[in-house]
């Protein structure tokens, strides 16, 4: 029987990246396993003579390593206390006469720590301290430099003086790279939210512009048709003529309804978005006013309709704003206007402004209905009229006219309109 050895498997890319992460996940276990080297370093070259070097107090020695590996292990959840009991370790290495270990590169470690993190009067103090620790150590164990060559003392010092300012360096170089991404994070975070406002933003213009052409449209031509059927039943006896003119005008004003309600709803099934209300609301102007008025005087409410100034080309949201609120304040005219009332409707051609005056004489609204949003909390038609009022810039004044009836009056501005 022959057997095959098994080919041997390198390591792959995926897992060099799951050994990374797993060690991510766990930063304690891994400063312990450097602090566990390190403490196994220094116990060997306290603990092995004569081939050592070591010269001071066993215990004191492997106190102050075991110090600093609890400071190495514990840097990253604890910082600024480790970064004092750094501190208090190499101030008992001063007192105890324990010279330099291989365990006191803990506090190049606690050094680095402290500098590559958020608070800065702990890092101004790891700084000092790197300042000032190599000088203090030198001055402290002069046999431990070159005694017989003062040049080369004092380049050790300035060796080990660079080597713990290089640990802050890299440090502070880690806070400010780490502070820099944190505020790429908050400013594509705050990027995203403003473009999710300004979505939702759009949504309800968008929402509002279909309501409010909804109401228009509903409540204009259901009007005349109620108007119409009441007057059908009231002489469908005794007048089968008017009768049959009456249904022909609810038939047409129901068709017409029908078709302009199609073409709103075709925004909101609109699947790519791409249609807006422009695309299919139809947008009737001031020249459509006369086919409005006479469609409103042949549902029984007398009209004055009046033409002041030159007329001429309007911009395109002037001419739906003029022609919606003409409409609108008709249609409350035969809502809430009472028995026997006629209106009146004036265009204005100002220079720089266009103004629609639309009142009636009848007993008007009460209050309840003209503010807010009407006695029910459903009322529509002033609060569209206000919201296209104010998108071309310009100023509504609704209410009670002296001597009875109701006023609407509106001031659309021309200037930099389109």
Request: aromatic share 6%; hydrophobic share 45%.
């Amino acid at each position: 029987m022959r057997l095959t050895p098994e080919p041997h498997t390198m390591p792959t890319l995926g897992d060099v990246n799951r050994l990374y992460e797993f060690l991510r996940r766990h930063p304690t276990g891994v400063d312990g396993f450097w602090a566990f080297v390190m403490l196994f370093t220094s116990f060997m070259a306290i603990a092995l003579p004569p081939q050592s070097a070591y010269e001071g107090p066993e215990w004191g020695g492997l106190l102050a390593s075991g110090l600093l590996a609890v400071v190495v292990m514990l840097r990253r959840r604890w910082p600024t206390r480790m970064l004092l009991l750094a501190i208090v370790t190499g101030l008992f290495q001063l007192a105890a006469d324990v010279p330099p270990l291989p365990a006191n590169f803990g506090f190049l470690v606690i050094i680095f720590t402290i500098a590559s993190g958020p608070e800065r009067r702990p890092s101004r103090l790891a700084l000092l301290m790197s300042l000032t620790a190599p000088t203090v150590a030198a001055l402290r164990w002069p046999e431990e430099s070159d005694a017989e060559s003062p040049a080369n003392a004092v380049a050790g010092v300035v060796f080990l003086t660079i080597a713990f300012c290089l640990a802050w360096v890299l440090g502070d170089s880690l806070r400010t790279r780490r502070a820099y991404y944190a505020e790429l994070e908050q400013r594509a975070h705050r990027l995203e939210q403003e473009r999710e406002t300004q979505a939702r933003m759009a949504v309800a213009a968008e929402r509002a512009r279909i309501a409010r052409e909804l109401h228009d449209v509903v409540a204009h031509n259901v009007s005349v048709m109620v108007v119409q059927a009441d007057g059908a039943a009231y002489v469908l006896d005794t007048a089968p003529e008017q009768t049959r003119t009456a249904l022909r005008t609810i038939s047409g004003t129901g068709r017409q309804a029908l078709t302009e309600m199609r073409r709103l709803l075709g925004v909101l099934r609109s699947e790519d978005g791409s249609a807006t209300a422009q695309d299919y609301v139809p947008q009737p102007g001031v020249e459509e006013l006369a086919d409005l008025v006479d469609q409103v005087r042949d549902a029984g409410l007398p009209v004055d309709f009046r033409i002041a100034g030159t007329p001429r080309p309007l911009p395109s949201g002037v001419e739906l704003t003029a022609y919606r609120i003409v409409q609108e304040a008709l249609t409350n005219s035969r809502k809430h206007g009472g028995p026997d009332v006629g209106a009146t409707v004036t265009l204005e051609y100002g220079t720089d402004a266009l103004t629609v005056l639309a009142e009636d004489d009848g007993r008007g609204a009460q209050r309840d209905l003209y503010e807010e949003r009407g006695a029910d909390g459903l009322g529509q038609g002033l609060i569209g009229m206000r919201e296209r009022v104010g998108m071309v810039g310009g100023i509504l004044l609704a209410g009670p006219r002296p001597g009875g009836g109701f006023r609407i009056s509106a001031t659309l501005p021309l200037a930099g309109t389109e």
